[in-house]
């Protein structure tokens, strides 16, 4: 069955995000592979009371999104060629509540993410670094692609970030005038097509987009399934000729350094904005701003970093006269990462603390002028809070200790709260949230439900300076005793209390192995204290409360305390090589995604600014490469060559040292008992459905054959 589970899980249509207006309106982002199987592609689904009324289908995947309260969706999609293939840019469309999706705009570099504000849609754009409007843009980007140049020449750090580079481009702000209407967003004959096949859609309600296959508004305001229309064929890139362009978007000055984070208010017409700046001795440090967008006024610096200080955007109060700030105290060689909220006056400046007798990490959003509602991470689950802006400390409104949900991506549409609900064990489903009585409903769920085996258990310990421990233990059915296989979480900063797609537990399980999910040192959702343990030394107290918990869990009856694993990617690929160089032969073999290897070196290659200064003084004893000679059991190493959080050097370096330098016995033949599998089109998350299978099969297949002893046939498609 084990095939088959994974096959469930990745093939599973999943929540990929939420939007919703105040006035009401919630739109899902859902995610499900393409009519290949072999990729995954994004649309729109509008929930509407009881009812999931599809706004768009087809090939083309939905990028950002930006709700009207008109009923209007402004979204971001690439035409689709006649050979599959998306464009390379992402054009801006809109859908009105009645009538066909539009093309509103086109340019080279697409469109980020977008936000509607008043009679505004404000978008960030990635623009020529010498451009100073859309039509310079154009004409330099043109010129530099005639010219078959792919150079960027930077002057700050970083230089790219995740999965991508940066340069030549800049990411900037841009506003736009909405028109009052959509009146003018009649069907368009899609190139390629003819005016007959462009009159006859329109009269049947179908859409005839540019590749775009986007069902009609009308059928999607009338209930209809977008089963119920059809599109136009793909256009031909050779017949593709550009449309009118019916918004235009005017850049908004920038203050200096790189866009990174932005919100907007309510009437479209200020911003606050983080960039990071590299200067003096401060590498990529937040500054804030409040930029105007619709005048002349130049960007106000509200807060400057420090090495001590960062601040961040939130949200604008529903009146406009105040803005909630994210505080944050960067992670150094003496301090801990911490965060706080602050909330503003924008007219006089002042500011003070929201919740501070709160000890939990929150990003709160308004409920109305005087009152927040925020989500957290809350002892393996989490919570949903509810307080005034003069409150010390908020209320529980939902969630907590005795359930086994976690909430994300808060928001208030029509005086309830909607979040994305879900557990371990739990697939993201939408849910509102009564703020008087902290109910909890599930809306209408547009994912599919994944029903995997197992069942879960909790397990507790204690640390060894007396700290309470805990964590999720998801067994396989029967008595057992089953073997074990103990994942790491990454971050450091974060906790196994919700689903993952990528690290789950259910196809294990469904593979006969028990997964236990410690939450150690440097977990969130346990306040401070939690985080301050394990700071200052990555493999200090997060390795011993890790084997304090597997310690406990290995005493049950129906755990086999002689068949365990350990794994775990990011920094959870850290601690397994930590373990690996720590253990002996406890575990019989090791599985290390995206791991860091080499703390030293780590610094000095990885797009993090804020890692190298703070691991200076950790380096010499909490390294793990400086145990390379005490690994003795077999390791599966898992790496991506487009990770730039944790560079593929820092792979490439274990697989060397692992042969020349590791104590695991060869095999018969005299050659390595590792593995190395290799993505080289993936980042620091294995996302592509096709790799995400050979992912899961290629970890299980290492675990049976090294737990179990059992032989694993290779999948034909490794080569």
């Known amino acids: 069955m084990t095939r088959e589970s994974i096959e469930a899980l990745l093939d599973a249509t999943r929540l990929a995000g939420l939007e919703t207006t105040d006035g009401g309106r919630i739109l899902a982002k859902v995610s499900s592979p393409d009519a290949k199987g072999t990729a995954y592609r994004s649309s729109l689904v509008e929930i509407d009371g009881d009812r999931l009324l599809p706004l768009t289908r087809g090939s083309a995947s939905i990028g950002a999104v930006a709700a009207a309260e008109d009923g209007t969706t402004y979204f971001t999609a690439k035409r689709v060629g006649e050979d599959g293939e998306e464009a390379e840019d992402a054009q801006l469309w809109a859908l009105p509540v009645r009538g066909e999706a539009r093309e509103l705009a086109s340019r080279p570099g697409g469109f980020g993410g977008l936000t509607v504000a008043g009679r505004h849609l404000v978008a960030e754009?990635?623009?020529?670094?010498?451009?100073?409007?859309?039509?310079?843009?154009?004409?330099?980007?043109?010129?530099?692609?005639?010219?078959?140049?792919?150079?960027?020449?930077?002057?700050?750090?970083?230089?790219?970030?995740?999965?991508?580079?940066?340069?030549?481009?800049?990411?900037?702000?841009?506003?736009?005038?909405?028109?009052?209407?959509?009146?003018?967003?009649?069907?368009?004959?899609?190139?390629?097509?003819?005016?007959?096949?462009?009159?006859?859609?329109?009269?049947?309600?179908?859409?005839?987009?540019?590749?775009?296959?986007?069902?009609?508004?009308?059928?999607?305001?009338?209930?209809?399934?977008?089963?119920?229309?059809?599109?136009?064929?793909?256009?031909?890139?050779?017949?593709?000729?550009?449309?009118?362009?019916?918004?235009?978007?005017?850049?908004?000055?920038?203050?200096?350094?790189?866009?990174?984070?932005?919100?907007?208010?309510?009437?479209?017409?200020?911003?606050?904005?983080?960039?990071?700046?590299?200067?003096?001795?401060?590498?990529?440090?937040?500054?804030?701003?409040?930029?105007?967008?619709?005048?002349?006024?130049?960007?106000?610096?509200?807060?400057?970093?420090?090495?001590?200080?960062?601040?961040?955007?939130?949200?604008?109060?529903?009146?406009?006269?105040?803005?909630?700030?994210?505080?944050?105290?960067?992670?150094?060689?003496?301090?801990?990462?911490?965060?706080?909220?602050?909330?503003?006056?924008?007219?006089?400046?002042d500011a003070q603390e929201v919740w501070p007798e709160l000890d939990h990490w929150v990003d709160p959003v308004w409920l109305d002028d005087t009152t927040l509602v925020a989500t957290s991470d809350d002892t393996g689950r989490g919570s949903v809070w509810i307080g005034a802006l003069t409150d010390p400390a908020p209320r529980r409104l939902a969630g907590g200790p005795a359930q086994q949900l976690a909430f994300s991506s808060a928001s208030v549409a029509g005086g309830a709260v909607i979040a994305a609900a879900s557990g371990i064990a739990v697939a993201p489903h939408p849910v509102r949230i009564d703020p008087a009585t902290g109910a909890v409903e599930t809306l209408p769920n547009p994912a599919d439900e994944v029903d995997l085996p197992g069942t879960l258990a909790e397990v507790t310990a204690t640390a060894e300076d007396g700290t309470d421990l805990r964590a999720w233990l998801r067994l396989p059915e029967g008595e057992g005793p089953h073997p074990l296989v103990v994942f790491a979480h990454g971050g450091p900063w974060g906790s196994w209390n919700a689903w993952t797609y990528r690290w789950n537990p259910g196809p294990f399980v469904d593979a006969g192995y028990a997964v236990l999910l410690p939450d150690p040192a440097i977990s969130t959702g346990y306040g401070q204290a939690m985080i301050d343990r394990g700071q200052h030394e990555l493999g200090g107290a997060p390795y011993t409360d890790i084997m304090a918990l597997t310690d406990a869990t290995i005493t049950r009856q129906d755990i086999d305390a002689e068949r365990t694993a350990f794994a775990g990617g990011s920094y959870g690929g850290y601690m397994a090589n930590w373990v690996a160089g720590h253990t002996g032969d406890r575990f019989r073999c090791i599985v290390t995604h995206a791991s860091l290897w080499d703390t030293e070196t780590m610094g000095h290659t990885t797009d993090n600014a804020a890692w190298d200064r703070p691991m200076r003084p950790q380096n010499p004893q909490y390294n793990p490469k400086e145990f390379v000679r005490d690994i003795v059991v077999p390791m599966l190493v898992i790496h991506g060559d487009k990770d730039y959080r944790v560079p593929i050097a820092q792979g490439h370096a274990l697989w060397y040292d692992l042969h020349e330098f590791s104590a695991t016995p060869r095999d018969a033949e005299g050659r390595t008992r590792h593995r190395y599998l290799y993505f080289p089109d993936e980042g620091h998350w294995i996302l592509g459905r096709g790799n995400a299978q050979v992912w899961y099969e290629t970890f299980l297949g290492f675990l049976d054959e090294h737990v179990r002893g059992e032989a694993w046939e290779r999948p034909a498609t490794l080569g």
């Open 125 to 349: 754009l990635e623009v020529h670094s010498q451009a100073t409007d859309e039509a310079e843009h154009a004409e330099l980007s043109a010129k530099r692609s005639t010219a078959k140049v792919t150079a960027a020449l930077h002057s700050g750090f970083p230089t790219r970030f995740w999965d991508h580079d940066l340069g030549p481009t800049r990411p900037v702000l841009a506003i736009a005038t909405l028109p009052d209407d959509l009146a003018w967003a009649e069907p368009t004959p899609a190139p390629g097509s003819t005016d007959a096949d462009a009159d006859s859609a329109a009269t049947s309600g179908s859409t005839v987009t540019s590749g775009s296959a986007v069902t009609s508004g009308s059928a999607a305001a009338s209930g209809g399934s977008a089963a119920d229309s059809t599109t136009a064929g793909p256009s031909a890139d050779e017949d593709e000729t550009p449309a009118p362009q019916l918004l235009h978007f005017r850049h908004v000055p920038m203050p200096p350094g790189r866009l990174d984070g932005w919100t907007v208010d309510r009437q479209g017409t200020r911003a606050l904005v983080s960039v990071s700046d590299s200067r003096h001795d401060l590498l990529a440090v937040s500054d804030l701003y409040l930029v105007d967008l619709v005048g002349a006024q130049p960007p106000r610096l509200l807060r400057e970093g420090t090495a001590e200080l960062e601040h961040g955007p939130g949200d604008f109060a529903p009146d406009g006269t105040r803005a909630l700030l994210g505080r944050h105290r960067p992670w150094t060689e003496t301090t801990s990462l911490s965060t706080a909220v602050e909330v503003l006056d924008l007219s006089t400046g």
